[in-house]
């Protein structure tokens, strides 16, 4: 009897470290401790000026006017050289605009006004998302708004271009779908998909959720009178984009190195189509507004950007694909840049528009490239 409990706690303590041990070899790999990136861009790149603390989504128009959230920054959880690195640089929850068509101009900021339910000094915006109702000739902007000192909150605006304002409509909160958001996708005048990257909303059941590598995040959907979650099962949901004909949805999983492909039903529910595998880390995913290829951010190094979001002045790499698509599925992948982070650290979204590319950050500067390969 003694010998068969000798044997059985042997082969529990055996288990556990191979437990372990296959953890943290999955860690290694997956956080890219084994990974170094070789810059390369293409063509001639340069920082954008006039821009506040990073550029973390973009929705692009059909006409090259870009909108661009600035300011990212969540509830609680920060660390003390993240808030030091937003207070030396007079951080501020903004949207930027920057035209396309003439990229050596700089940003510039839109006018917020407070409202009875919206108070522009506790915005903290992340993704964004643009509905255009072209029979009333008006534009929406929604994002997510990790408010300061508040709760989870999508942020409805009517947009101004000429007037560069931004007039607070709607505030959507308070279901228990909302969570940790990350992005939205809008579908309508007042509908939009929305990624939760977290399901626990507390600092600690975020990291364990993180390190876990649990597919435990999810899409929710608002049809204009109720919410409901449509897709589950994703490790880290993070950018989220419906094409323009209305037919899919893209997911990108964060942890999971993938994008999640959905075929839209007619109830707006989603049925996965296709998982594709990148073997880096997703961001935010934009689609080109002619081609349909879809161009998306990501965090090569994941323990370097972990360190960037930590202290900001720690550098992490950012890198940018083109993904083309046939029928709803991938069909090839091209690497269009790589920076090791000097240029641009922490790459979360790029568009690209006439042979011209842009590409935004978390927490760092904005650059824009001009187009000189081949497409």
């Not at 960037?308 to 083109?322: A, K, V, W, Y």
């Amino acid at each position: 009897m003694l010998r068969f409990k000798m044997y059985a706690k042997t082969i529990v303590i055996s288990v556990l470290v191979l437990l372990v041990l296959q953890y943290a070899v999955k860690f290694y790999f997956k956080m890219g401790f084994s990974k170094h990136m070789f810059n390369h861009s293409p063509g001639p790149c340069h920082q954008v000026q006039g821009m506040g603390i990073g550029s973390e989504d973009m929705h692009l128009m059909d006409n090259g006017i870009v909108f661009i959230s600035s300011g990212f920054r969540i509830k609680n959880g920060n660390s003390a050289a993240y808030d030091k690195f937003y207070s030396e640089n007079k951080g501020k929850g903004t949207i930027y605009l920057f035209d396309m068509n003439d990229p050596k101009k700089n940003v510039q900021e839109m006018n917020l006004t407070s409202t009875k339910e919206f108070d522009k000094d506790r915005f903290q915006p992340h993704g964004i998302s643009v509905w255009e109702d072209k029979k009333a000739g008006k534009l929406y902007l929604y994002a997510i708004n990790h408010e300061r000192d508040g709760e989870e909150r999508i942020e409805k605006f009517l947009v101004s271009v000429d007037k560069r304002s931004l007039q607070h409509l709607k505030s959507y909160y308070g279901d228990p779908t909302i969570i940790e958001m990350n992005d939205i996708s809008a579908t309508g005048d007042d509908s939009f998909y929305f990624s939760n990257s977290c399901v626990s909303s507390s600092y600690i059941g975020r990291l364990l959720e993180m390190l876990s590598f649990m597919a435990w995040t999810n899409v929710g959907y608002y049809d204009g009178k109720g919410y409901r979650i449509v897709a589950d099962g994703i490790i880290l949901a993070n950018g989220i984009q419906m094409s323009r004909d209305g037919k899919y949805v893209f997911v990108a999983s964060f942890f999971g190195q993938e994008m999640k492909i959905y075929e839209r039903r007619n109830d707006n529910s989603l049925n996965l189509k296709q998982s594709y595998a990148f073997h880096t880390m997703p961001d935010n995913i934009m689609e080109d507004p002619v081609s349909g290829d879809l161009y998306v951010a990501f965090h090569p190094i994941g323990h370097l950007m972990v360190q960037h979001l930590t202290d900001p002045s720690l550098e992490s790499p950012s890198q940018i694909l083109q993904v083309k698509l046939k029928e709803g599925t991938v069909s090839s992948v091209t690497e269009l840049f790589v920076d090791d982070g000097h240029l641009l650290s922490g790459s979360s979204v790029a568009v690209v528009y006439k042979k011209k590319m842009l590409i935004g950050s978390v927490l760092n500067k904005l650059v824009y490239c001009d187009v000189t390969v081949p497409l």
